[in-house]
Structure formats: C-alpha cells, structure tokens
C-alpha cells in the first residue's frame, strides 16, 4: 500500500455527496480484516474497522485534539476519525502504518488490539511544533544526521530497517548522534570552504566502554541542494516501502522540534553534498579533549578541530 493509492481512494469517495453516515471504500482487498477509509457529513477523513457482529470487546471512546477514536456498538464499527483537517499528510501515514501492522492478522483479538494501540502510539505526533524557530546552523546540522541515516537505509548497515531507526540517537539526548552495535558515530556538517569543525563538550569524543567511535564530516554547498523537507519525506517513503516503524523516525523528528507541517519553513536553506569523509575516533593518536583526560575542575569544554590535519586517521571517503 502506497500513499498514492490512498488518494486515488480518497479523490473516490469525495466524488459522493452526503447528508449523514459515512462515505466509504475498503482499504485493500488483501487485508485480512475489514479496514475502510471514509468521510463524514462534516468532510472528516476516517479509518473505519468494521468487527464481526458476535465481537463484544472493551472499549473506551477517546477524543483528543487532533483525533479521536470510537465505537460504534449499532454496526461494531471502531472509527478513527481526524478532527483537524490540517493533518491530511500524516493522517495517510498513519492509515499506511495501521495497514502494514494489521494486514496480515486474522484473529479479530488481534487486529483489533492493534487497531486501537496504533491510535494511541500515533497520537502523540498530531500536534503543533511551531513555538520556535531552529537556527541555519541547527538546521545543517540536522540534514548532515539525515543524509547519513537516509544512506544507512540506503546501504541497509543493519539487517532491519527499525533498527536502523533505532541506531539515530542523538535527538534523545544520547552521548553520540548514532549508536550502534559495535561503535558509535559522531556527526558533524559544515560548509565546504570551512577548515574546522565545532567540538561541542567534553563528551561528545569520548568512547564508550570498548566501542570505536567514527567522527563523519559531511561537507556541503549552501543555497543550492535541497532542504530538510526533501529529506525527511524520502525517508519516509523507504521506511513505509520496507513497512517500517514510521514513528520512531517521527519521534527523533519531534525531539528536534520537526514535523511534517513545520519543516517547509525552512526550505529556504538549501544543502548541497560534496564530500563524506569518516575519521577513526578510537586512535589513542586522535587529537581531542574528553571527559576522561580532564581534571574534575574542568567542565563544558568547546573547541574547534582542524579537518585538514586528520588525513592519517581517514577510514572512508565519499566525494558526490
């Protein structure tokens, strides 16, 4: 299932006037269980799960700003229902999510439960992030950790495209911007005439226990390329063509104070690609202050760290 047979489906049922109940059309023939789209007599988009009527199960309506979620005990319907019209985008990524999830279930306990905690998991991304504008800075330096993810999945670094999800932690306040199995992975972008790249504390060079740790430098062109926006939905369209997670991307997103609705405010800073280069952290050689090497006095140490003189720690290079 893909977003654009969604609005193939949606551009049907809108060519129906209603006056009541819904308007609606079966999701997929293969699915296992009878999921619907359809819309009101309001024009609020729904997902509708139609039970089998014996089906008695344990139910509380719950209605929150954006959705809201009930049962209807007359048909044995259980409606998801979109409130806030605004959402449309992320709405269809729930609905393709919903379908990955339950497709395949043909035990209605099953499906059922997973309906309903698929609402709940999604809730919490139908929301307003515009309380604050992110610096260029803070957004280059988001679109280097995207672009490395976005190669990752590409390359497919981890057997399961969760786990690849997983591995991006830095928007949770992990020490390193990946973590995986056997190293971790510090990110830094910077503009291609810059020598030098920002060490921000102590920690974020530090090793941890018998881990290598990678430092990426992604270099790029300004004002030419393509935006965060571009990236982020990329992304999402190979996460949702591998049925992948899609909420553990949107979570990172929101910790770094991104959705889907917010991210086209900054499509006028552009990032253009020209090199990757990865440096071996691990080397007892490798010029840097950590945590470890510094007197308890000292604290939140800031330096720049001079690119140019790291050749002989080089592990990779890309040039695009």
Request: proline share 2%; glycine share 2%; with cysteine.
């Amino acid at each position: 299932m893909e977003i654009a047979e969604l609005h193939i489906k949606w551009n049907i049922i809108s060519d129906y006037e209603i006056t009541n109940g819904y308007k609606s059309i079966i999701l997929s023939p293969q699915c296992k269980s009878n999921l619907y789209l359809g819309v009101n007599k309001d024009s609020n988009r729904c997902l509708i799960l139609s039970l089998p009527e014996n089906h008695n199960i344990n139910f509380r309506t719950v209605i929150k700003e954006k959705l809201s979620i009930e049962l209807f005990i007359d048909t044995n319907y259980i409606v998801l229902k979109l409130i806030d019209n605004s959402f449309y985008e992320l709405f269809d990524d729930l609905i393709i999510s919903m379908y990955n999830r339950i497709k395949d279930l043909s035990d209605v306990n099953y499906y059922s439960k997973e309906f309903i905690q698929t609402f709940y998991k999604w809730n919490e991304f139908f929301n307003d992030m515009n309380s604050f504008l992110l610096s260029c800075e803070n957004i280059k330096g988001l679109f280097g950790e995207l672009f490395l993810l976005q190669s990752y999945i590409d390359n497919m670094e981890l057997p399961n495209i969760n786990d690849i999800l997983n591995s991006w932690t830095g928007p949770f306040d992990k020490r390193h911007d990946f973590t995986l199995d056997q190293k971790d992975i510090e990110v830094k972008t910077k503009t291609e005439s810059k020598v030098d790249v920002t060490i921000s504390s102590e920690y974020q060079l530090e090793t941890n226990l018998d881990k290598e740790l990678e430092l990426v430098v992604i270099s790029v062109i300004e004002n030419e390329g393509y935006s965060i926006q571009f990236l982020i939905k990329e992304i999402k369209t190979k996460i949702q063509l591998r049925s992948g997670d899609y909420t553990l991307f949107l979570k990172a997103l929101n910790l770094k104070g991104i959705d889907l609705k917010n991210a086209g405010i900054y499509n006028d800073y552009l990032f253009k690609p020209v090199s990757q280069i990865t440096y071996n952290c691990t080397s007892l050689n490798f010029p840097k202050i950590v945590r470890s090497s510094l007197l308890k006095e000292i604290s939140k140490v800031k330096y720049n760290l001079r690119i140019s003189a790291l050749s002989n720690f080089i592990t990779s290079e890309l040039h695009f």
